[in-house]
């Protein structure tokens, strides 16, 4: 079975400063991919970046970036520069390639970003 | 707007009741997927359709039953409604795995 773990229920940051997400994940396929998704106040939920397993290089989406350890199984979110806007659940998702296509997610870490 | 329609929007109903809630997929998005999302459980993966068919089911109660027709909008059936189906129901749609999810902005249903 394939189980995602968020330790940090709760956040919080500077405006303008660095935060960084964790997220441990289980795995025994060989093939799969990580994603961060988004969820502000509005409850959309919106994908920030997304990483294959096959990759050794970090994804990065602007001021997004990812710290990918595949022997730890780790896989934490940076956020640079952060804005008011970036308040929101944060979400740690995995998807085996092939097969079942579902994702599971980890209960989310709520971030919020102070003025 | 993420492509994903989600129909309605909010749902209030009573204990016992019955529901439909709808789901139109990205255009070109042959799978569907079906979410709970709920206070003390995160999301819950529900079922998948991948054109026309059933393709996965999650943790889907009985109660609970859902379709994917012919033009590749979903429906997810909620029957015999208890106040512990309040949640959010997330519909989404992707082409396939590897590019990840594109969500609706979800229904929100009550019991009472």
């Known amino acids: 079975a394939q189980t995602v773990t968020q330790s940090q229920p709760e956040m919080s940051v500077q405006e303008a400063e660095t935060v960084t997400l964790s997220c441990t994940y289980d795995?025994?396929?060989?093939?799969?991919?990580l994603f961060w998704y988004k969820q502000p106040p509005s409850r959309q939920m919106i994908l920030v970046i997304r990483q294959e397993a096959y990759k050794q290089q970090n994804a990065t989406e602007n001021r997004f970036s990812v710290n990918f350890q595949k022997a730890a199984k780790s896989f934490s979110l940076k956020i640079s520069d952060s804005q008011l806007g970036d308040t929101a659940m944060y979400f740690c998702a995995l998807g085996r390639q092939g097969g079942s296509e579902k994702l599971v997610f980890g209960k989310g870490t709520k971030l919020t970003v102070n003025p | 707007d993420s492509g994903v329609t989600q129909t309605p929007k909010h749902l209030i109903t009573a204990t016992g009741q019955r529901v439909t809630l709808r789901c139109s997929p990205r255009?070109?998005?042959?799978?569907v997927y079906w979410y709970q999302q709920s206070l003390d459980q995160g999301l819950q993966f529900l079922i998948q359709?991948?054109?026309?068919?059933?393709?996965a089911k999650g943790n889907i109660l009985e109660r609970f039953s859902a379709q994917q027709f012919p033009d590749l909008h979903s429906e997810l059936n909620l029957s015999s409604l208890e106040l512990g189906d309040s949640a959010l129901y997330f519909c989404?749609?992707?082409?396939?795995?590897?590019?990840?999810?594109?969500f609706g902005s979800g229904t929100r249903l009550t019991v009472v």
């Open positions: 255009s070109g998005d042959l799978s």
């Open positions: 359709y991948y054109n026309g068919e059933e393709r």
């Open positions: 989404a749609s992707s082409p396939h795995t590897t590019v990840g999810y594109t």
């Open positions: 795995t025994s396929e060989s093939n799969y991919y």
